[in-house]
C-alpha cells in the first residue's frame, strides 16, 4: 500500500521526537573546528566573520598559495628543465640534429658549464627529437658506459656492460611514445615515455685520448629508422675548451624552459598531481604559460624562494630526518656526502613506493645522469664518490682561505683516484688559473708523504712545496669539492677507509 507522502512525514517526524536529546556539543571541541575573527600567522594576520574570510584575507591567501606553489613547482621541475638545459647547451654548439654529436675531445674543462662533470673521461652526448625524427638508430661503439635518459631526467636503459650490449656495442632502436607500427628485428629496443631523450656516454681514454677519439667516430652512428638506407654522414663536434652553458635557470626564465617541456611532450609524461601543481600556476599543455604582472611578480619571489631551497638542501641535507642516507660515514655525521641517498636512483624510498622529494633535489640540483649502474659500487669496477660542500665546522668552503684534505695510504682505486673543485654558483668545474681544477693519484710529481698518504691544500696560493698538491680557489667565490675513486676498491666500498674533513688551515 502506498501511503501519501503527508502521512510519511507525519510519522518520521513523531520518530524524531521519540528519540532521546543528545548532549551538547563541548566548547572544546567547537573551539577545536572553529576560526576566531582573527588569526595571527607568519603572513599577518587574517581576518574572518564568524569562519567566512574577509576579501582582503582571501586575496592574501591566493597571494600565499601561489608562492606555495610556485616554489613546488621549482622543486619538482628541476628533472625536466636541467635536461632541457643540456640539450639547448648541445644546439649552441650546433649538434641540432640526431647526426649532429658534440663530444669533448680533449676532455672536459671548466669553460663549458656542466653539473659536476668529470675531468677524465671523454664525454660523448648525443640527443634525439622523437618527435621529430620518429624511430631512431643508435649504433653505440663497443666500451661506452651511459644511458638513455627522457626528457623528465628518469632512466631509461643502460649502454655498456650494464646494458644488453655488455660492452660490445650494438643498434639501438629508440621509439617514440605510444609507437604501435612494425618493430624490426636486429635491434635493442628502448621505449621512453617522452620524445625528447637525451644520451650520455662515457669513453674509456686508458688508451690514450686518440684512441678513444677514433673509436667513436668510425663506430658510433645515429639517424632515424627511417634514412637506414641512407644514413646523414655523422657530424662529431669537438666542444672541449669552448664556453657555453647546459644549466636551467634560477630567475624567472626557469618557468618558461619547464613550460617548453610540458607543451612539447605527451600529456602522460607527467602524474595527474603533478599536471595539476603545474597548471595551478598557469602551465597547461596545449595552453599558453602567460602569467599576468600580479602572477609573475609572486612566481619571480618564489624561484627565489625555491632556490634557496634546493641550496640548503644540497649544502645541510637533513641526515637525521627525510634525508637519511646520504652521509658517506654516517657514524660520525662527516661532512662527506654521497649523490644519491641510500644509492636509490629513482628516489622512491627504501620501500619502492614512497617518493622521497629532498633525494631528488639532492640529486638534481647538483648532478646529472640517470642511471642504477653510477649507483652500485662493485669493487674495481665503475666509479664512486664522495662531495664535500662544507669543512669539519659545517661551513661554506670560502675561496679566499686555505684549506686541507688528508689522503691516508693506499687509495682504494684500481684505477685511480681524484679530487675535483666545483664553483658553488654554477655547480660546475671551478674557473681559475687551472684548467682541469683536479688532483689525484694521475697528477705529475704529486707530493707523498712518508707513510704513503697525501696532503691536498685547496687555496689562492700553494703551499710551499706542495704546489702539485694543490687545487686554487678565488677570492670571493664559494667551492665544493668531488673525491671519486675509479675502480673503487673494499676498503672504500665499506668505509674502513676514509679521507679526513676538509680542514681550515687558515
Not at 587574517?46 to 622543486?75: H, N, Q, S, W
Request: hydrophobic content about 40%; overall charge negative; some cysteine.
Amino acid at each position: 500500500m502506498i501511503r501519501p507522502a503527508s502521512l510519511v512525514i507525519a510519522i518520521v517526524a513523531t520518530q524524531l521526537i521519540c528519540l532521546p536529546v543528545s548532549a551538547q556539543v563541548s566548547k572544546e571541541v567547537l573551539d577545536s573546528i572553529s576560526t576566531p575573527n582573527e588569526v595571527e600567522t607568519s603572513i599577518g594576520t587574517l581576518k574572518f566573520l564568524d569562519g567566512a574570510p574577509y576579501p582582503e584575507t582571501a586575496d592574501r591567501i591566493y597571494d600565499y598559495l601561489d608562492t606555495m606553489r610556485g616554489v613546488d613547482a621549482f622543486l619538482k621541475g628541476m628533472p625536466g628543465a636541467s635536461l632541457q638545459g643540456l640539450i639547448h647547451g648541445a644546439h649552441s654548439q650546433g649538434a641540432a640534429e640526431a647526426h649532429q654529436v658534440i663530444y669533448f675531445d680533449k676532455l672536459m674543462d671548466s669553460q663549458s658549464l656542466y653539473l659536476t662533470g668529470n675531468t677524465s673521461t671523454m664525454y660523448v652526448l648525443p640527443n634525439l627529437d622523437l618527435k621529430r625524427d620518429g624511430p631512431t638508430v643508435m649504433e653505440a661503439p663497443a666500451g661506452m658506459l651511459g644511458a638513455f635518459n627522457d626528457a623528465w631526467f628518469r632512466y631509461v636503459q643502460d649502454i655498456g656492460p650494464a646494458g644488453p650490449d655488455k660492452g660490445k656495442g650494438g643498434k639501438y632502436l629508440v621509439l617514440p611514445p605510444g609507437y604501435e607500427g612494425e618493430v624490426p628485428e636486429g635491434y635493442f629496443v628502448v621505449r621512453p615515455r617522452t620524445y625528447d631523450v637525451w644520451v650520455f656516454m662515457r669513453a674509456s681514454i686508458a688508451n690514450g685520448l686518440e684512441a678513444a677519439e677514433k673509436n667513436v667516430k668510425e663506430n658510433l652512428r645515429l639517424y632515424p629508422l627511417a634514412s637506414k638506407d641512407n644514413p646523414p654522414a655523422m657530424e662529431f663536434i669537438g666542444v672541449s675548451g669552448n664556453a657555453f652553458n647546459t644549466i636551467h635557470a634560477n630567475d624567472y626564465n626557469f618557468y618558461e624552459h619547464l613550460n617548453e617541456v610540458i607543451q612539447k611532450e605527451p600529456l602522460d609524461m607527467l602524474d595527474p598531481e603533478t599536471r595539476g601543481l603545474f597548471a595551478s600556476i598557469g602551465m597547461e599543455k596545449g595552453k599558453p604559460f602567460a602569467p599576468d604582472a600580479r602572477m609573475k611578480k609572486i612566481l619571480t619571489d618564489a624561484i627565489a624562494i625555491a632556490n634557496a631551497a634546493a641550496r640548503s638542501i644540497v649544502w645541510y641535507p637533513r641526515v637525521d630526518g627525510t634525508m637519511k642516507g646520504i652521509e658517506v660515514y654516517p657514524d660520525t655525521h662527516s661532512a662527506w656526502m654521497m649523490g644519491w641517498v641510500d644509492k636509490n636512483v629513482f628516489f622512491n624510498g627504501k620501500d619502492g613506493q614512497t617518493m622521497n622529494s629532498d633525494a631528488r633535489v639532492t640529486f638534481h640540483y647538483p648532478y646529472t645522469a640517470v642511471t642504477p649502474a653510477m649507483a652500485v659500487s662493485v669493487p674495481g669496477i665503475g666509479s664512486d664518490y664522495g662531495m664535500a660542500y662544507v669543512d669539519s665546522r659545517k661551513q661554506p668552503l670560502d675561496g679566499s682561505k686555505t684549506y686541507k684534505v688528508h689522503i691516508p695510504p693506499n687509495p682504494p682505486a684500481k684505477d685511480f683516484w681524484a679530487l675535483t673543485m666545483y664553483d658553488n654558483q654554477t655547480r660546475s668545474q671551478l674557473q681559475t688559473v687551472q684548467r682541469f681544477p683536479t688532483v689525484g693519484s694521475q697528477t705529475e710529481g704529486l707530493r707523498q708523504n712518508a707513510d704513503g698518504s697525501y696532503d691536498i691544500y685547496f687555496g689562492p696560493k700553494p703551499p710551499q712545496g706542495y704546489e702539485n698538491n694543490w687545487l686554487a680557489t678565488v677570492p670571493g667565490k664559494g667551492w665544493f669539492v668531488a673525491l671519486r675513486m675509479y675502480g673503487p676498491l673494499e676498503p672504500w666500498i665499506d668505509k674502513t677507509w676514509r679521507p679526513s674533513e676538509i680542514e681550515l688551515v687558515e
